[in-house]
């Protein structure tokens, strides 16, 4: 989205990395101006999916440079009350699809009944906006809420160190030996 809207050309901006610029702009825009339907809520599952949201972002731009009369490149005078829609769905679609991850493993019985911990990490725990709403469904739930600070929260490679840390203080070691432990590329 930040690469669409060409938050790089902002004044604001142009130094940002595009999450943080949407995250900034968005602090003084107006998320009501534009409402964007939340992905996969025919589905009944843990799943996330951000291509729908990202085509009816895209769509909604193009409508807006229309109505402007700029050309794709050009930064548009409601572009932070793009943001802030777009972030607003952002959260909101994260909240609900772990609001039910959450659900499932209580029902499940996967997790403990009391000290539960949800736990977030990488880009989008950086997000004070999104960060703010999942520490309010972590403590709807009676959730602890486990987040990095947000300078770790940009590099997986420090994402694998900050767990290698705090597995260090929970005193589960470190394993010496790859054998046994299963592993996805995705």
Known sequence: ?????SLRKH?????????KAIEHLAQTGNQEL????????QYRNC????????NLVNNAIGQKEKEEGIQE????????DVAAAVQHAVAVHIIQRTYRAMLFCIKNSILPSKNATLVVS????????????????????????????????????VMIAWNGIERLRAGLGILHSTAGIRYEPR
């Open 34 to 41: 534009l409402t964007f339907r939340l992905p996969m809520q």
């Open 122 to 157: 990488g880009g989008v725990a950086s997000n004070q906006y999104i960060r703010k709403a999942l520490q309010n469904l972590a403590d709807a739930n009676d959730f602890a809420l486990l987040c990095p600070p947000p300078r770790l929260c940009t590099d997986n490679g």
């Open 1 to 5: 989205v930040a690469r669409r809207l």
């Open 73 to 80: 490149g050009e930064i548009l005078s409601c572009v932070k």
């Open 47 to 54: 799943d996330f999916s951000f291509s729908g949201l990202q």
């Open 11 to 19: 004044p604001e901006c142009h130094s940002m990395a595009g999450g």
